[in-house]
């Protein structure tokens, strides 16, 4: 008699899918630690090995830790907020962050001036803005999923009515102020690695490194929930539970990303999507680590090509939301599927 072979479902269909999936992965963080290189050391004009040459790496390197952070915090924040909602067109920025973000500085420079939007780069302001993107995410959360008005759609809602009132009020202010002072502040509300400082490295990669360890740790429960409320119930997870849990950690990604470089809309939804496209697989320890290693290498590899070959650095950001924005319509009017 033959033995019984235990049958049991594994994250792929079949061999050749896991072949498919590693192979594509590490091809593509291949590109993305090519994309590294490049843009430490192509185009250097100091000698090699001299002084000048290790401080410009130097500050190249601080400008792709800042890529690295973004791409870690965009990519894994977008996945699981798809997958909690339940819908691979919305994004975490329906939250209000990016609202919030333009809320802020319009507010500093509106107040106090160019001056005193110069005088804010500091590590108390950076701290008080992720206070603030987070206090107000999680005061959402609290009263929408805890309280008596419980759902996640009316809390999705209340974040669109949010962002739409901060940007109104920033609208307002950019009205009252000087053409040069107007174009300071356009130059900061772009997304851009420019505008993060290697002060703030101390406090945002450990909390960028402990919140998406948590989300990856809870990409088991991110399956289950991924089947949808009534399915998630009947296997015995704690649907609001968790959707809470993985919200909160969303909410301290995006946060940390908004504060540190500024807003990237559709950076997150654009390597969500082709994640999915090119991961045959549901399981969140396969999506997430694809997600990452995409965003690394359309932010590495954006800026290389805009800087080195397009003579175009300051239009990265420009692009990389043209395409995401594009990506989406398309997603929309195709009804979800590419």
């Not at 090519?34 to 390197?61: E, H, K, Q, T």
């Not at 603030?132 to 419980?150: A, E, R, T």
Request: net charge positive.
């Amino acid at each position: 008699m033959s033995a019984t072979q235990e049958r049991r479902s594994g994250a792929f269909a079949s061999r050749a899918d896991r072949r498919r999936w590693w192979l594509l992965f590490l091809g593509i963080t291949a590109l993305a630690a090519a994309c590294v290189v490049g843009l430490v050391l192509y185009g250097n004009p100091a000698v090699v090995g001299s002084r000048g040459f290790w401080r410009i790496v130097d500050r190249r390197m601080d400008a792709v830790i800042a890529m690295a952070v973004v791409a870690l915090c965009q990519a894994m924040a977008t996945v699981s907020f798809q997958t909690v909602t339940g819908n691979r067109i919305l994004t975490p920025s329906i939250l209000g962050f990016e609202s919030l973000y333009r809320a802020i500085h319009t507010t500093t420079i509106f107040l106090f001036g160019v001056a005193g939007l110069n005088a804010a780069r500091t590590t108390s302001m950076f701290l008080l803005q992720l206070a603030l993107m987070i206090g107000l995410s999680l005061m959402l959360y609290s009263w929408l999923l805890l309280g008596s008005v419980k759902g996640l759609y009316p809390m999705l809602l209340v974040g669109i009515i949010i962002g739409a009132g901060l940007g109104s009020l920033s609208t307002f202010m950019q009205r009252l102020l000087t053409p040069s002072e107007f174009d300071v502040l356009t130059a900061r509300l772009f997304g851009s690695v420019n505008n993060a400082d290697p002060d703030y490295y101390p406090v945002a990669i450990p909390l960028v490194l402990g919140a998406a360890a948590l989300l990856y740790a809870l990409s088991k429960r991110l399956n289950v929930l991924a089947l949808g409320r009534d399915t998630t119930t009947s296997l015995g997870v704690g649907h609001a539970r968790i959707s809470l849990a993985v919200l909160v950690l969303i909410s301290v990604l995006m946060a940390t990303s908004t504060a540190l470089v500024g807003p990237m809309t559709f950076l997150g939804f654009l390597v969500a999507t082709l994640a999915y496209q090119l991961s045959p697989t549901y399981d969140h320890r396969y999506v997430f680590p694809m997600a990452v290693s995409l965003a690394m290498l359309t932010l590495c590899g954006a800026y290389f090509l805009m800087r080195n070959v397009f003579s175009a650095q300051g239009v990265v950001s420009i692009i990389i939301e043209f395409v995401g924005g594009a990506l989406f319509l398309i997603v929309l009017l195709r009804r979800g599927r590419l």
